[in-house]
């Protein structure tokens, strides 16, 4: 099974920008998307009803803001939006799907960058995803959560690290968050096959920072550690464009 996660920056425009040519090539089994910038009702219908496919969208009240979609060949057991905490559920951040096998989370962390009470809402957003995690991993579930995580874990993860310690993304809290994350029975499934490699899930439209590679891989599959030995491959599409944040693959045994 082949699962692909990649924040598109807005739907639509990624319509324009291959989209779905990508889709037709790449195959995937399940294909979670974030930042769609859309409610259903305001796409065309060859976004709504790709072949092969069904599709579900959580989007956010906000209109043009946030939003989450999922596109999947085989029905889960379940399909569900939003954490335990309901405070969190207005910005169509979060879409559960249920399998036989595992629990998929797809999910649009929030950015802390436009000032410290929206900081704030990132962690207090990531600490409750994590004890709801943290719950399923006691009831013996495996679970895998993807998407953009707007975190940068280690310096290898970015490649500016220096100059960008002050900034949100690569906050110690938030790399601190990421550690606690993991120490509940979580890994980073991609950092886990590619220890020392160097690749980036996303680079900022400014400063030429794409063509230059000065990007942050903030885009992950984190995979339960008794169910990583199921993962077959992972990988970082950096080739793809379309969207500042490129896709990334999860690929099941």
């Known amino acids: 099974m082949k699962i692909i996660s990649w924040n598109v920056n807005g ?26 910038k859309a409610h259903d009702h305001q796409l065309e219908d060859a976004l709504l009803n790709i072949p092969g496919y069904s599709a579900y969208f959580h989007s956010g009240e906000k209109k043009g803001y946030s939003g989450t979609a999922v596109y ?10 939003g954490l335990s905490d309901p405070i969190f559920n207005n910005e169509g951040r979060t ?55 707007n975190i940068a874990h280690r310096e290898i993860d970015l490649k500016n690290p220096k100059e960008n310690a002050k900034r949100s993304g690569f906050l110690p809290e938030e ?22 490699a160097i690749k980036y899930s996303w680079w900022s439209y400014r400063f030429n920072a794409r063509a230059n590679n000065a990007g942050w891989r903030i885009d992950s599959f984190f995979v339960s550690e008794n169910f990583m030995s199921q993962v077959d491959s992972t990988d970082i599409l950096d080739e793809v464009m379309g969207s500042d944040h490129c896709p990334i693959v999860l690929t099941l045994k």
């Not at 990508?22 to 769609?36: V, Y």
């Not at 999947?72 to 939006?81: D, G, N, Q, V, W």
């Not at 990132?122 to 993807?146: T, Y």
Request: aromatic fraction near 12%.
């Open 11 to 36: 739907i639509r425009a990624a319509s324009q920008k291959g989209f779905l040519p990508f889709i037709e090539a790449a195959n995937p089994d399940i294909l979670c998307i974030q930042e769609t």
């Open 72 to 81: 999947y060949k085989t029905e889960p057991l379940a399909i569900r939006t």
């Open 95 to 149: 879409i559960i799907m249920e399998y036989p096998d595992f629990i998929l989370y797809n999910v649009y962390f929030p950015n802390g960058q436009k000032d410290d009470e929206r900081l704030a809402f990132k962690m207090d957003f990531n600490h409750c995803i994590q004890n709801d995690v943290r719950e399923l991993l006691a009831a013996g579930k495996n679970v895998i959560v993807c998407g953009d995580i």
């Open 175 to 196: 790399r601190a968050w990421v550690d606690d994350f993991l120490s509940i029975g979580m890994v980073d499934s991609w950092r886990v096959q590619h220890p020392e």
